[in-house]
């Protein structure tokens, strides 16, 4: 590799962009040349000045909600004389549905879905309004008291730094209109959500991974609660996630 | 009962756009502020853009959404506002109370005089990003401000992964020249 080509791909190299054999090419040639090696220290440490967050623009609220206002508005329903009659055909046809327990089964279905849709949004809502936690402490015995008196259910909160998931806090949430205690938690840059709802005589239940307008949700049963741990990290690494935190809670 | 079921299917899929797509407002609308000039401008290509997304939300094929967002912005800018897009962003000092951006989880925190410093420093660094040719200002932003990996980058900007990594480099040694000179002329002053 010559320096022509090294100092193009020192680049793809500190954003983590090649793969293994590209990547050790880069690194024998930076070890011979002090050229290129100094040029990778100049560029590392001058990457450290371009914070994203400080780059950013915030979006005035205006523009927000004009946006809004041009898409169509939620559950607007006109009550017109077409809608009643149709809302008439609509309940027969509910009744008929229901007189077959097809509704039950369906609307299960719909709920579970629901419940899914809002805890992906609560997760959305959390790192939008950049009001991530409420209490903020990489301590377990910060966070779990925090949480008393604000639901009835002590939620587990439990540390995985060793296991490589940082946590950052605490926060009430809601989810299902109901209150529900949002642990958070951080791999690399992903900020992982853990939502914790009492279900009281809920039956134990694995896990199941589900995905939602590309998040990744894990959610299962123990111990009476219900959880569901939401992130834009990759299937495999929520699962590791969540083994990890099911195996700490068991010891 | 088919216009019924057609109606309540876009309400579903207004909602379901909006949840995905507004949380990454401020994103798209950094991108906009950075390829346009002046923010009326990146207002109204930000609105464009979010109805051409809504309106050809049944294209989206899953996967992440902010390249696909990203993609349409610059697309929108570059139709209607072609030519202006090699403009130089120019920093309006009436216009920074609405930067109010503060990272998701707190650093460490600053002394006030550290705090001052590095507001005038990314002040600085928005500047000269701004000041950059607009083909090197739009792999800069995408990759460090928008955090896109080198193969969303492509496919934004549509040329191939080659195109993306030279332009990164050359535009990071631009912008790190600039940087220094910048830097020079704030201490000898």
Known sequence: MNCEEASVLLHALIDGELDAGHAREVEAHIAICPDCAAQLR????????LTPAALRFAAPASLRSRIEGKLPAPRAVVANRRSVIKGFALGATMSALAASGVLVMVMRGDDERRVL???????LRSLQAQHL????????????PWFNGRLDVAPPVI????????????????ADAKP?????????????????APAPGSAKRAARMQSLHGFNVRSWSENGLDLWAVSDINTEELAEFGEKFEAALRQ | MAGDAAEW???????????????HLDEIYTLARYLLRGTSDADDAVQECYLRAFRHFETFRGGPIKPWLLAILRNVCHATYAGKTRLVYAADPAERDDVQVKPIWREDSDTPEQAVLRRHESETMRRLIGELPAEFREVIVLR??????????AAVIEAPIGTVMSRLARARKLLREAWLAAEGEGKSS
């Open chain 1, 42 to 49: 100049e560029f590392l440490e001058f990457g450290k000045k």
């Open chain 1, 117 to 123: 849709g809002e805890v992906v949004s609560a997760h």
């Open chain 1, 133 to 144: 936690t409420d209490v903020q402490s990489s301590d377990q015995h910060t966070v779990k």
């Open chain 1, 159 to 174: 540390e995985l730094t060793a296991q490589g998931f940082t946590l950052l806090g605490g926060r009430l949430d809601y």
């Open chain 1, 180 to 196: 529900v205690a949002a642990i958070v938690y951080r791999r690399r840059v992903h900020v992982i959500n853990l939502f914790c």
């Open chain 2, 9 to 23: 299917n876009d309400q579903g899929k207004a909602e379901r756009f909006k949840a995905l797509a507004l949380p």
């Open chain 2, 144 to 153: 460090e401000i928008n955090d896109l990996s080198y193969r969303e980058i």
